[in-house]
């Protein structure tokens, strides 16, 4: 069984930054890829960042130059660092293990606002 908790998300103001983590528990294999995905109010769920097992990283373009994704596989951990963050950011964060069809946390809510 995985489960995937997350935390760090919070209000912040525009230009501001936070960074969630990811704690995984249960049969975590550092070979697969995780990730980072969100969905705002009336919006489908979206891809932040993701990262493979390597280390290898991929971007959304709305995240490209102002979020790191970086992992620790020994902590089984996940994280997001946001800078420069905008009101457009705001959502509930989601952290992934193995993809759409993988496992996914409950959520963490960002906002940003003024």
């Known amino acids: 069984q995985v489960q995937l908790v997350e935390s760090g998300g919070g209000l912040v103001q525009p230009g501001g930054s936070l960074r969630l983590s990811c704690a995984a528990s249960?049969?975590?294999?550092?070979?697969?890829?995780m990730g980072w995905y969100r969905q705002a109010p009336g919006k489908q769920r979206e891809v932040v960042a993701t990262?493979?097992?390597?280390?290898?990283?991929n971007y959304a373009d709305s995240a490209k130059g102002r979020f790191t994704i970086s992992r620790d596989n020994a902590k089984k951990t996940v994280y997001l660092q946001m800078n420069n963050l905008k009101p457009e950011d705001t959502a509930v964060y989601y952290c992934?293990?193995?993809?759409?069809?993988?496992?996914w946390g409950q959520g963490t809510q960002v906002t940003v606002s003024s």
């Open positions: 990262i493979s097992g390597a280390g290898n990283t």
């Open positions: 992934n293990y193995r993809g759409a069809a993988g496992y």
């Open positions: 249960g049969s975590i294999y550092s070979i697969f890829v």
